[in-house]
């Protein structure tokens, strides 16, 4: 290890110690060897080869002695054995500005948290506003923190990537003239819940200048490269973006080309060749001659194929359905009609009732399911049962004035570590609807939490199972469980999967929207609101379920406000 390299790891353990929470004066000792190691002109290897670490001030005989072992081996047990006894996220949660050991310790030791995946998470849901030395304002300084940090991930959840995408098609439309049509592209236009960069295509018969004029956006951090139809660059929210244009007559294949996953892109070049014409972003070529499409329809109609929408480019099936005409009639906003889990100022959320309320009927949804956190959420406000009492008498005073709307009285009731539920049967009756969800004890084997998920599931006041596998996306994997067995009791017991919309969630997975559709499984699409904006992640949640092939048949809260209400009843 060179000199860097051994101030650096000594840094390291101190800010482990600190997190171990040793005494003071041990992380100093590492701290201060550091620095001195910093002020010290003569080189490592020479301090270490002729035994002259002791004669640098700050550092001890037992520094001095992992010093070496660091320099003449490249390890350090003592420093390797640290890391094991620290959460890795903890030291990550570091480079959030502001946030210091101390503080890191309390999030670890009050909330659980690990990751800053999960520190994110749990500022959106405000769980840190009631834990001592924190509040809103420290909240607020840790989310704008994690977004720095964010910028320098590589990886981008789909709600920030498509925001960044969407934004700069706006500046592309007011800045840049010459552009015939503009689309966004690749993963972003397919959905995928992580994506690394934003791919655009656009059509123009300028093609040199637009891409003169892409590169010098005043969201263009640094270019990547640059040619005549095509640039690369870092924007400055920190995600790259690759820009393509292509001519008019062009368009309609580019688009296709840089939609497509390379498997589905693949798939479709076989099956084109087998018809004798040749695919690239180009055209579609029959003996070098174009097969002129004026959009995508007409591409797909030429290789005897339905229109497959981008969602679904993934060569999972799609090509060989719509081949035989049998592709889904996919999802759309205009078919969900009402939505559950939400939280309010009861529990988590920031807004009161009536305004969660008013701002989804604003939507022109027909019903809302007020959804807080039960009793064992403490970290989260928890409703004790006077609390819900309290709640439920607002809620009645609501429908009370409501014609041809309704809000229903719902609980996120937490899925204790045996499987029962948090409230007695006798409480959980008088809901209008009980989401049952995982909050605690995520490091069970697949086997006990597949058991716990399915006890749950056999009680007979749920109605539905949230976030079934507790992802966090780019911050911590779902617990193990064994889905199909889940999906298999969701069928006996009548019970929904929530897909939930959240975009640090997502959660059911898309890939597993298929199975239960196939096994007549209800999904339904609940946005975890915890204020009025939470509201609009339903976006992401449709998203996905048209990712996952969903149709209006196969989700819960596309039924009226009458079928839901007779839905509810019989549950």
Excluded at 181 to 201: F, H, L, N, P, Q
Excluded at 441 to 461: C, D, G, V, W
Excluded at 502 to 525: E, F, M, Q, T
Aim: with cysteine; net charge negative.
């Amino acid at each position: 290890m060179n000199k860097k390299q051994v101030i650096d790891v000594l840094n390291e353990i101190g800010l482990l110690l600190e997190l171990k929470e040793e005494l003071p004066f041990k992380a100093r000792a590492y701290y201060n060897a550091a620095r001195a190691l910093e002020l010290e002109d003569a080189d490592i290897d020479e301090l270490v080869s002729q035994n002259k670490l002791r004669q640098v001030k700050g550092i001890g005989e037992a520094i001095a002695k992992k010093i070496t072992e660091l320099v003449t081996t490249g390890h350090l047990e003592y420093y390797e054995r640290l890391k094991k006894e620290v959460p890795p996220g903890l030291i990550e949660m570091l480079k959030i500005p502001g946030l210091g050991p101390k503080r890191i310790q309390t999030l670890y030791k009050k909330l659980g948290i690990t990751t800053i995946g999960e520190l994110e998470y749990a500022c959106i849901e405000n769980r840190l506003l009631e834990l001592e030395g924190f509040g809103k304002r420290t909240q607020e300084k840790i989310l704008k923190g994690i977004e720095y940090v964010k910028r320098y991930q590589g990886q981008f959840l789909y709600s920030d990537a498509k925001a960044a995408a969407e934004q700069l098609l706006i500046e592309i439309g007011d800045v840049i003239d010459g552009i015939s049509v503009i689309s966004i592209a690749g993963g972003i236009r397919r959905c995928k819940e992580i994506t690394k960069d934003i791919d655009i295509v656009a059509a123009s018969e300028n093609q040199q200048e637009v891409i003169d004029a892409f590169v010098a956006l005043p969201s263009v951090e640094s270019i990547i490269a640059s040619g005549d139809t095509k640039a690369s660059v870092h924007l400055r929210s920190g995600i790259n973006t690759d820009l393509r244009v292509v001519s008019n007559l062009q368009y309609p294949y580019a688009l296709h080309h840089f939609t497509g996953s390379k498997e589905h892109n693949t798939a479709m070049r076989h099956r084109a060749k087998r018809m004798g014409i040749k695919i690239n972003e180009y055209g579609l070529f029959k003996n070098e001659e174009l097969i002129k499409c004026s959009d995508e329809h007409d591409f797909f109609k030429a290789l005897g194929l339905q229109y497959i929408p981008p969602e679904i480019r993934e060569n999972m099936g799609e090509i060989e359905a719509a081949e035989e005409g049998k592709l889904p009639d996919l999802l759309k906003s205009s078919d969900i009609k009402g939505i559950f889990h939400v939280h309010t100022a009861y529990s988590d959320g920031s807004a009161t009732i009536t305004d969660m309320v008013n701002a989804a009927f604003a939507k022109g949804y027909e019903y809302i399911g007020i959804s807080d956190h039960s009793q064992s959420a403490f970290y989260a406000g928890g409703l004790k049962p006077e609390a819900l009492m309290r709640q439920w008498r607002e809620i009645d005073e609501l429908n009370e004035s409501l014609r041809a709307r309704k809000v229903f009285k719902g609980i996120e009731c937490d899925i204790l570590l045996d499987g029962s539920l948090d409230y007695d049967d006798e409480l959980l009756s008088k809901f209008d609807f009980v989401i049952a969800s995982v909050h605690s004890h995520f490091n069970l084997s697949k086997e006990q939490m597949t058991a716990r998920i399915l006890r749950a599931i056999a009680n007979p006041y749920v109605t539905m199972i949230g976030h079934v596998s507790g992802r966090l996306l780019l911050a911590r994997q779902g617990y193990e469980c064994d889905m199909d067995a889940i999906i298999e009791a969701c069928i006996e017991y009548g019970v929904a999967l929530e897909l939930n919309a959240n975009p640090h969630r997502l959660d059911l997975d898309w890939r597993y929207c298929g199975l239960a559709k196939s096994k007549g499984v209800k999904i339904v699409i609940n946005p975890d609101a915890h204020n009025v904006d939470g509201l609009n992640d339903m976006e992401y949640g449709i998203g996905i379920a048209r990712k996952g092939w969903l149709e209006a048949k196969d989700v819960l809260n596309s039924m009226n406000l009458d079928e839901i209400i007779a839905y509810l009843a019989a549950r």
